[in-house]
């Protein structure tokens, strides 16, 4: 929602149903889009401002306030699936970092004294948060995350409710220098005409794309925490269709999307048969993004045309 131009939320929902998109996932709250959301039967991810940590950690009464205010009113009518407390902050500044289980637990606290129950509290992190991602058997948590990050999958194992990982390929791959196949980031056997065979061997196991291998990567790191069997939630994963990245192309972009569509509800090599609840990024282009392909990860151009076409139909886990 970074930008000007933008549908209104009503007409947005609606075409949230007419295609067969049965979660949404909102940075941050905002009413107008949260009254449009109203018996819609959308699953909702909250997230709160990464700003409103500080405050949410420390003061109860505060995290109080923001659930009154942004989550009580819609409790009734709006589908709740998660809230996250802050996106991508860990193992950023430590102070910081530090805040975010705090965080958690005090929304979590005040989301049951205001009597609102079934709706995890979580929140989000890139996969910055691992040291060793390759092979996805060794995948661990860096230095700096680890000791943020232990007794943070500790509590949401304790609470039943998942991690939510942003998973991003693009990047590996438009960042390798062209050490990653295009294939292998795309989840596709053919790519730019040509036929990729790009496999990763690991311990018996073979990844043939670079979305599985990323979040099993996160699953192994989890598990060397000492959790077992967390859900990962992948919150964002996309593709730039245009801004002069590597790789970023209409048919790249809708080759990736389709792909993740369609691979996920069969889950990875480390849970297999297990799907993998998974958000696009994003919706729309965004004009208020910084230059370049930020502003191209979007689905729909802010009059509501297709980009290019996703089906969302055609996953066994849309």
């Not at 942004?70 to 530090?98: C, H, K, L, M, W």
């Not at 942003?166 to 062209?178: E, M």
């Not at 990323?214 to 939630?233: F, S, T, W």
């Amino acid at each position: 929602m970074v930008a000007d131009n933008l549908p209104a939320p009503e007409q947005v929902v609606s075409m949230y149903k007419s295609r067969n998109i049965s979660y949404v996932r909102l940075f941050r709250p905002d009413t107008s889009v949260l009254n449009a959301l109203r018996g819609s039967g959308i699953g909702v991810v909250l997230g709160t401002l990464n700003e409103d940590l500080q405050r949410l950690a420390s003061d109860p009464t505060f995290a109080a306030s923001w659930v009154a205010t942004n989550v009580q009113p819609f409790a009734g009518d709006v589908q709740f699936r998660y809230i996250n407390a802050g996106n991508e902050v860990i193992p950023g500044d430590a102070s910081t970092a530090q805040q975010v289980l705090p965080a958690m637990q005090n929304l979590e606290s005040a989301l049951r004294s205001a009597g609102v129950t079934g709706v995890p509290v979580t929140t989000a992190v890139a996969t910055t948060v691992l040291g060793a991602s390759y092979p996805p058997s060794q995948g661990a948590f860096s230095e700096a995350a680890a000791p943020v990050m232990a007794p943070i999958v500790s509590y949401l194992s304790s609470k039943g409710a998942p991690l939510l990982v942003n998973v991003y390929p693009y990047f590996a791959y438009s960042g390798s220098s062209g050490q990653v196949a295009l294939g292998y980031a795309l989840l596709s056997s053919v790519a730019g005409g040509e036929a990729t065979t790009t496999t990763v061997e690991d311990g018996g196991v073979v990844y043939t794309n670079m979305f599985d291998a990323i979040v099993d990567a996160a699953h192994a790191a989890v598990e060397k925490a000492g959790v077992q069997d967390l859900e990962l939630v992948v919150s964002e994963t996309g593709w730039p269709s245009g801004g002069g990245g590597e790789g970023a192309t209409v048919e790249n972009a809708a080759a990736y999307n389709n792909n993740v569509v369609r691979h996920v509800g069969g889950g990875t090599p480390r849970r297999s048969g297990k799907p993998v609840e998974t958000y696009l990024f994003a919706m729309f282009n965004e004009d208020q993004k910084a230059e370049g392909v930020e502003r191209h990860f979007g689905l729909f151009q802010p009059d509501m045309t297709e980009v290019y076409h996703v089906d969302f139909t055609a996953g066994s886990s849309s």
